[in-house]
């Protein structure tokens, strides 16, 4: 399996576009060299329906993709075309985003932006080209919805895939309270009538990291205590597809006795940069190579100031006893990620700015529940930001609350200028408390596009703002449905 670097992996995958995830207990994720989990779901049919997953020993009730957490993983080659018939199963009306896709504004799944979202028994069909490689992921963009089982896995191969390596890996992460602490709406409702956990903070992130503790944190829906397990050999260099599809939590990701080096920042390659440890926010995703030991490893995702953990296992000795979910990774506490470390490469560089305008976000306390602000308005009546096509704009992005905000932008990506050589090339990029991040947008893709946190509890309560081009906004989308 050494011989053909990055070649094996690539013909693992014609099994057909969709694939899931592994859903038996123990499985690998995406094609691997087991090939266990590559079950093909056939039609390009993705169906939203209310499913039951086993979590902790016992049935739930959620909401996902054809019955599975996460849903199938869609693969395609990069220039290619996903056509994916939406099917609603639910007794709510919903959406698919295609999160990080630099995608036709009418295909975004942004509910009053660019369509509606489809109605209960109704079906809608996505079709888009997807103009870069990477690893994306989509998911229900209506209400608290991804916040429930609605999110999956969107892999964009490379034709020329110059990275090499011999297998790879898909990391969905993802903060599971639904069925089992009420949904995902009590969650949001009883945020507005119980007092902030000021326990929640994490040093890696300025101060508070989230509000709620979740009962589960779950690698490719899987409990710490019912771990998946990614079957490889000693010595195989594996490229690890990590995303977070969390709506409240941030991740330490490290992988026991081992070092990481990151290749990819939200999809796009960078300079290689090798840590310990990286913090990955929502809606973030990066992909790292390590070459693997023999036995059997720790992946470890700790819930960033939350003290949960979400964990599986890379095994490449059969034999190798399984690491606890709860041992030590020292690896968490050594050389951690930074944007400073991340150089995009020379390819995908944007060019300076023509000029610079500032986002502030900004918290509203009030009776009834917190405002979360982007420059003092909120998702009803929103921030407008106008481009013209082709400029390239700074953002300044200003945060002056206690928390940090993972601020993602639709149909684009950006620079984050991180140092003076550059940044990474991102779709989402986290804002300290009371930091401010410069990113550079090239307008290249015209449309009403979505600019709001991907803290899904402060994206419903308000911090969504609008960058579009010339023309009028159609109605906004609303909040609190
Ligand atoms: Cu992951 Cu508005 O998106
Ligand atoms: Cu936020």
Redesign the pocket.
Known sequence: MNHARGIVSRRLFVSGMFAALGAAPVAAAGASASGVAAVASGGGLLRARPATVFLGGRARSTWAYDGVVPGPTIRVTAGGTVRARLVNDLPAPTTVHWHGIRIAADMDGAPGFSQRATRPGESFDYVFTVPDAGTYFYHSHVGMQSDRGLYGALIVTDPHEPLGYDQEFTVVLDDWLDGVKGTPDDARRRMNTTPHDESLTSPALGGTSGHVRYPYYLVNGHTADEPTTFVSRPGTRARFRVINASADTAFRVALGGHRMTVTHTDGFPCDPVTVDTFVIGMGERYDFVATLDAGAFPLMAMAEGKGGRAFAVVRTTPGARRPSPKGKVPELQRRMLKYQDLQAQRADQLGPPSRTVTVT?GLRMRRGGNE?MMNGRLANDPMRLRVDRGETIRIILHNDTH????MHLHGHTFQVRASDRGGPRKDTVNVMPRKRVNIDVHADNPGEWMFH?H?LY?QEQG?MGVLGYGKAPRRTHGMGH
């Open positions: 976000l979360w928390m940090w905000h993972p946190c803290n402060h911090m």
